[in-house]
C-alpha cells in the first residue's frame, strides 16, 4: 500500500556531500522511518532512522553519527539524509523503509518494510 522511492544518490568525491531523499506515495505518511545501506558481499546495516512526527527523535548508526542527519517533512511525504564528509566505506545501496512499530529505536532490516528500490551512492578516494 505504501511505496517508496529512494534519490540523491551519484558518485562523490571523499568528504563532499549527498543528500537522499526518499518519496512515499499512497497512504498517509505517519510512519517512523529507517535509511539503511547494503555494500557488496555485506549484510543490510541500519544508519539512521526517525520518528513519525517531524521534529521527533533521531538514531544513528555509530559509524555515520556526526556526519549524517536524518530529517522528514510529512507534508510532502518524504524523508532526507543528509550524508556529510563522506568516506569510501559509506559506498554501497541506501534504501529507506517504513517501521513495523510505532518508535524509531529499531535497527533491524526485519524491523521494516515497505522497502524502495534503493539509490546507488559511490565515494572515490
Known amino acids: 500500500q505504501v511505496q517508496l522511492v529512494e534519490s540523491g544518490g551519484g558518485l562523490v568525491q571523499a568528504g563532499g556531500s549527498l543528500r537522499l531523499s526518499c518519496a512515499a506515495s499512497?497512504?498517509?505518511?505517519?510512519?517512523?522511518m529507517g535509511w539503511f545501506r547494503q555494500a557488496p558481499g555485506k549484510e543490510r546495516e541500519f544508519v539512521a532512522s526517525i520518528s513519525s512526527s517531524g521534529g521527533g527523535n533521531t538514531y544513528y548508526a555509530d559509524s555515520v553519527k556526526g556526519r549524517f542527519t536524518i530529517s522528514r517533512d510529512n507534508a510532502k511525504k518524504t524523508v532526507y539524509l543528509q550524508m556529510n564528509s563522506l568516506k569510501p566505506e559509506d559506498t554501497a545501496v541506501y534504501y529507506c523503509?517504513?517501521?513495523?512499530?510505532?518508535?524509531?529505536?529499531?535497527?533491524?532490516?526485519?524491523?521494516?518494510?515497505?522497502w524502495g528500490q534503493g539509490t546507488q551512492v559511490t565515494v572515490s578516494s
Open positions: 523503509a517504513t517501521s513495523l512499530y510505532g518508535t524509531a529505536w529499531y535497527q533491524r532490516p526485519s524491523e521494516y518494510h515497505n
Open positions: 499512497g497512504r498517509t505518511f505517519s510512519s517512523p
